[in-house]
Nanobody, 125 residues
């Protein structure tokens, strides 16, 4: 059974940093795309960043470019989201997502096969 478990969320002041981690179990994701989405109260789920499984291709939404960085360690079946210069508008539940083998869904949340349970990020002003 595939599971994605996020960690690293919490409460931080504006301008601070957090690093989210998402570790997958149940199968390898070294040949699948992985991504991060977020959902603020009363809003739809929003794409944050995604990463191909080989090479350096990454996609990041404009609102976090220059502040958030996605990376992955295939040997650990883990994807990370380094978040710097956090703003109150970044407050949301952050979800990790993983594709089926050899798929890359990028910003298309409907394409992902697996989702984590989410981790809360709260940025105070």
């Amino acid at each position: 059974q595939v599971q994605l478990v996020e960690s690293g969320g919490g409460l931080v002041q504006a301008g601070g940093s957090l690093r989210l981690s998402c570790t997958a179990s149940g199968r390898t994701f070294s040949n699948a795309g992985m991504g991060w989405f977020r959902q603020a109260p009363g809003k739809e789920r929003e794409f944050v960043a995604a990463m191909y499984w080989i090479g350096t291709r990454k996609d990041t939404t404009d609102s976090v470019k220059g502040r958030f960085t996605i990376s992955r360690d295939n040997a650990k079946n883990t994807v990370y989201l380094q978040m710097n210069d956090l703003k109150p508008e970044d407050t949301a539940v952050y979800y990790c997502a993983a594709d089926r083998p050899t798929y890359y869904s990028g910003s298309n949340h409907q394409g992902y096969a697996y989702w984590g349970q989410g981790t809360q990020v709260t940025v105070s002003s």
